[in-house]
Protein backbone atom coordinates (compact mmCIF):
# COMPACT_ATOMS: atom_id res chain seq x y z
CA UNK A 1 0.00 0.00 0.00
CA UNK A 2 1.47 3.69 -1.11
CA UNK A 3 2.47 5.34 2.20
CA UNK A 4 1.26 8.67 3.40
CA UNK A 5 2.01 11.68 4.71
CA UNK A 6 0.11 13.88 7.08
CA UNK A 7 0.82 16.85 9.13
CA UNK A 8 0.94 16.59 12.96
CA UNK A 9 -1.42 18.66 14.19
CA UNK A 10 -3.78 21.51 13.16
CA UNK A 11 -6.45 23.49 15.04
CA UNK A 12 -9.52 25.18 13.66
CA UNK A 13 -12.18 27.40 14.83
CA UNK A 14 -15.89 25.97 15.43
CA UNK A 15 -18.15 26.34 12.88
CA UNK A 16 -15.45 27.17 10.27
CA UNK A 17 -14.54 24.65 7.91
CA UNK A 18 -11.50 22.02 8.60
CA UNK A 19 -9.10 21.17 5.76
CA UNK A 20 -7.22 18.56 6.50
CA UNK A 21 -4.46 17.65 3.66
CA UNK A 22 -3.00 13.88 2.76
CA UNK A 23 0.28 13.26 0.64
CA UNK A 24 0.14 9.90 -1.60
CA UNK A 25 2.60 10.45 -3.76
CA UNK A 26 3.19 6.80 -4.55
CA UNK A 27 -0.51 5.77 -5.14
CA UNK A 28 -1.18 3.59 -7.80
CA UNK A 29 -4.19 3.23 -10.05
CA UNK A 30 -5.66 0.48 -8.03
CA UNK A 31 -5.73 2.60 -4.90
CA UNK A 32 -8.23 4.14 -3.09
CA UNK A 33 -7.59 6.85 -0.05
CA UNK A 34 -9.55 6.16 2.94
CA UNK A 35 -10.08 8.39 5.99
CA UNK A 36 -10.80 7.16 9.55
CA UNK A 37 -11.22 9.52 12.81
CA UNK A 38 -9.85 8.70 16.14
CA UNK A 39 -11.92 10.32 19.22
CA UNK A 40 -9.78 10.20 22.39
CA UNK A 41 -8.91 6.80 22.62
CA UNK A 42 -12.02 5.69 21.43
CA UNK A 43 -11.85 2.58 18.34
CA UNK A 44 -11.35 4.53 15.15
CA UNK A 45 -14.66 5.47 12.89
CA UNK A 46 -14.93 4.90 9.05
CA UNK A 47 -15.36 8.71 7.64
CA UNK A 48 -14.88 8.40 3.35
CA UNK A 49 -13.23 7.03 0.85
CA UNK A 50 -12.03 7.94 -2.56
CA UNK A 51 -10.97 6.60 -6.03
CA UNK A 52 -10.29 9.93 -8.05
CA UNK A 53 -14.15 11.94 -8.15
CA UNK A 54 -14.27 13.97 -5.28
CA UNK A 55 -16.80 12.17 -2.80
CA UNK A 56 -19.50 13.69 -0.44
CA UNK A 57 -21.22 12.27 2.70
CA UNK A 58 -23.18 13.28 6.01
CA UNK A 59 -19.71 13.28 7.42
CA UNK A 60 -17.40 15.41 5.57
CA UNK A 61 -15.76 16.13 1.68
CA UNK A 62 -12.90 14.56 0.24
CA UNK A 63 -11.12 16.35 -2.74
CA UNK A 64 -8.99 14.12 -5.07
CA UNK A 65 -6.46 16.46 -6.92
CA UNK A 66 -6.57 15.09 -10.92
CA UNK A 67 -3.17 13.34 -10.55
CA UNK A 68 -4.38 11.67 -7.16
CA UNK A 69 -0.94 12.48 -5.79
CA UNK A 70 -3.11 14.53 -2.58
CA UNK A 71 -6.14 14.71 -0.76
CA UNK A 72 -7.88 16.76 1.14
CA UNK A 73 -10.75 15.81 4.01
CA UNK A 74 -13.49 18.79 4.31
CA UNK A 75 -15.35 18.93 7.63
CA UNK A 76 -17.47 21.49 6.29
CA UNK A 77 -18.72 23.12 9.71
CA UNK A 78 -16.23 21.80 12.17
CA UNK A 79 -18.06 21.36 16.25
CA UNK A 80 -15.67 20.54 19.46
CA UNK A 81 -16.67 16.93 19.19
CA UNK A 82 -14.64 16.28 15.63
CA UNK A 83 -11.50 17.05 17.68
CA UNK A 84 -9.86 13.51 17.03
CA UNK A 85 -6.97 12.06 15.05
CA UNK A 86 -7.60 11.80 11.44
CA UNK A 87 -6.04 9.02 9.46
CA UNK A 88 -4.99 8.97 5.56
CA UNK A 89 -4.74 5.88 4.22
CA UNK A 90 -4.61 4.49 0.80
CA UNK A 91 -5.08 1.15 -0.22
CA UNK A 92 -6.29 -1.39 -2.52
CA UNK A 93 -10.13 -1.97 -2.87
CA UNK A 94 -10.58 -5.08 -1.57
CA UNK A 95 -12.79 -7.80 -2.53
CA UNK A 96 -14.80 -10.90 -1.53
CA UNK A 97 -12.87 -13.16 0.62
CA UNK A 98 -9.93 -10.68 0.58
CA UNK A 99 -7.76 -9.44 3.36
CA UNK A 100 -8.97 -5.61 4.69
CA UNK A 101 -6.08 -5.02 6.84
CA UNK A 102 -5.75 -0.91 7.45
CA UNK A 103 -1.86 0.38 7.18
CA UNK A 104 -2.14 3.43 10.23
CA UNK A 105 -0.12 5.97 9.84
CA UNK A 106 0.37 9.03 13.22
CA UNK A 107 -2.40 11.19 11.48
CA UNK A 108 -3.08 14.90 12.28
CA UNK A 109 -4.54 15.33 15.60
CA UNK A 110 -7.38 17.77 15.01
CA UNK A 111 -8.40 20.21 17.59
CA UNK A 112 -11.44 22.95 17.38
CA UNK A 113 -11.25 25.46 19.11
CA UNK A 114 -14.21 27.47 20.83
CA UNK B 1 -26.96 -3.19 16.80
CA UNK B 2 -24.49 -3.74 19.30
CA UNK B 3 -21.68 -3.64 16.48
CA UNK B 4 -18.33 -5.27 17.59
CA UNK B 5 -18.25 -5.62 21.35
CA UNK B 6 -14.67 -6.22 23.07
CA UNK B 7 -14.46 -7.75 26.62
CA UNK B 8 -12.81 -6.70 29.07
CA UNK B 9 -12.23 -3.02 28.63
CA UNK B 10 -9.82 -3.02 31.03
CA UNK B 11 -7.30 -5.91 32.44
CA UNK B 12 -3.78 -5.84 34.70
CA UNK B 13 -1.46 -8.69 34.00
CA UNK B 14 1.32 -10.62 35.60
CA UNK B 15 4.00 -11.64 33.39
CA UNK B 16 4.18 -14.18 32.51
CA UNK B 17 0.15 -15.03 33.21
CA UNK B 18 -1.86 -15.82 29.72
CA UNK B 19 -5.48 -14.17 29.19
CA UNK B 20 -8.22 -14.14 26.07
CA UNK B 21 -9.88 -11.05 24.68
CA UNK B 22 -12.78 -11.17 23.53
CA UNK B 23 -14.11 -9.86 20.16
CA UNK B 24 -17.45 -10.64 18.92
CA UNK B 25 -19.77 -8.56 16.42
CA UNK B 26 -23.41 -9.46 15.54
CA UNK B 27 -23.17 -7.59 11.59
CA UNK B 28 -22.19 -11.19 9.61
CA UNK B 29 -19.30 -9.67 8.61
CA UNK B 30 -16.72 -11.83 6.95
CA UNK B 31 -13.55 -10.35 7.85
CA UNK B 32 -11.98 -9.48 11.79
CA UNK B 33 -8.85 -8.55 12.43
CA UNK B 34 -7.04 -7.15 16.06
CA UNK B 35 -4.84 -4.09 16.27
CA UNK B 36 -2.76 -2.74 18.97
CA UNK B 37 -2.18 0.77 19.65
CA UNK B 38 0.72 1.87 21.96
CA UNK B 39 0.91 5.66 23.18
CA UNK B 40 1.04 8.27 20.72
CA UNK B 41 1.37 5.49 17.69
CA UNK B 42 -1.31 4.56 15.49
CA UNK B 43 -2.66 1.27 15.16
CA UNK B 44 -0.75 -2.00 13.79
CA UNK B 45 -2.31 -5.25 12.84
CA UNK B 46 -1.71 -8.15 14.93
CA UNK B 47 -3.45 -10.97 13.03
CA UNK B 48 -6.58 -11.14 10.90
CA UNK B 49 -9.39 -13.35 9.53
CA UNK B 50 -11.05 -13.20 6.18
CA UNK B 51 -13.75 -15.99 7.26
CA UNK B 52 -14.19 -18.43 9.72
CA UNK B 53 -11.87 -20.95 10.09
CA UNK B 54 -8.77 -18.89 8.39
CA UNK B 55 -6.49 -16.56 9.87
CA UNK B 56 -3.44 -15.20 9.28
CA UNK B 57 -0.34 -12.90 10.88
CA UNK B 58 -0.13 -9.04 10.88
CA UNK B 59 2.33 -6.49 11.42
CA UNK B 60 3.05 -7.80 14.94
CA UNK B 61 1.67 -11.80 15.46
CA UNK B 62 4.53 -12.45 17.86
CA UNK B 63 2.74 -13.22 21.74
CA UNK B 64 -0.21 -13.81 20.07
CA UNK B 65 -2.67 -16.48 19.12
CA UNK B 66 -6.12 -16.38 17.33
CA UNK B 67 -8.84 -18.97 15.93
CA UNK B 68 -12.07 -18.08 14.14
CA UNK B 69 -14.28 -21.21 14.71
CA UNK B 70 -17.12 -18.66 14.37
CA UNK B 71 -18.31 -15.83 12.17
CA UNK B 72 -19.41 -13.77 15.07
CA UNK B 73 -16.03 -14.82 17.84
CA UNK B 74 -12.60 -13.86 16.88
CA UNK B 75 -10.78 -13.82 19.94
CA UNK B 76 -7.06 -13.10 21.11
CA UNK B 77 -5.03 -14.69 22.83
CA UNK B 78 -1.68 -13.92 25.03
CA UNK B 79 0.24 -17.12 25.83
CA UNK B 80 2.52 -15.48 28.34
CA UNK B 81 2.12 -11.98 28.83
CA UNK B 82 5.33 -9.37 28.53
CA UNK B 83 5.35 -5.86 29.62
CA UNK B 84 5.98 -5.21 26.18
CA UNK B 85 2.65 -6.28 25.51
CA UNK B 86 0.78 -3.32 27.41
CA UNK B 87 -1.39 -1.18 24.95
CA UNK B 88 -4.82 -0.62 23.97
CA UNK B 89 -6.27 -3.38 21.67
CA UNK B 90 -8.76 -3.29 18.93
CA UNK B 91 -10.96 -5.45 17.41
CA UNK B 92 -12.60 -4.17 13.77
CA UNK B 93 -14.77 -6.31 11.60
CA UNK B 94 -15.77 -5.48 7.88
CA UNK B 95 -18.76 -6.83 5.83
CA UNK B 96 -18.48 -9.34 2.75
CA UNK B 97 -18.18 -8.28 -0.98
CA UNK B 98 -16.96 -5.44 -2.44
CA UNK B 99 -19.75 -2.77 -2.26
CA UNK B 100 -19.07 -1.48 1.27
CA UNK B 101 -15.42 -2.17 3.13
CA UNK B 102 -16.14 0.20 5.66
CA UNK B 103 -13.81 -1.00 8.74
CA UNK B 104 -16.07 -1.21 12.42
CA UNK B 105 -13.90 -0.93 15.46
CA UNK B 106 -14.40 -2.12 18.51
CA UNK B 107 -14.28 0.05 22.15
CA UNK B 108 -11.07 -1.25 23.16
CA UNK B 109 -9.36 -3.39 25.67
CA UNK B 110 -6.70 -1.51 27.49
CA UNK B 111 -4.14 -4.33 28.74
CA UNK B 112 -1.61 -3.15 31.50
CA UNK B 113 1.25 -6.03 32.06
CA UNK B 114 3.17 -5.62 35.40
Known amino acids: DAKTTQPPSMDCAEGRAANLPCNHS???????VYWYRQIHSQGPQYIIH???NNETNEMASLIITEDRKSSTLILPHATLRDTAVYYC???????????????FGSGTQLTVLP | NAGVTQTPKFQVLKTGQSMTLQCAQD?????MSWYRQDPGMGLRLIHY???????DQGEVPNGYNVSRSTTEDFPLRLLSAAPSQTSVYFC?????????????FGQGTRLTVV
Open chain 1, 26 to 32: TISGNEY
Open chain 2, 27 to 31: MNHEY
Open chain 2, 92 to 104: ASSPRGATNTEAF
Open chain 2, 49 to 55: SVGAGIT
Open chain 1, 89 to 103: IVRVYPVSGSARQLT
Open chain 1, 50 to 52: GLK
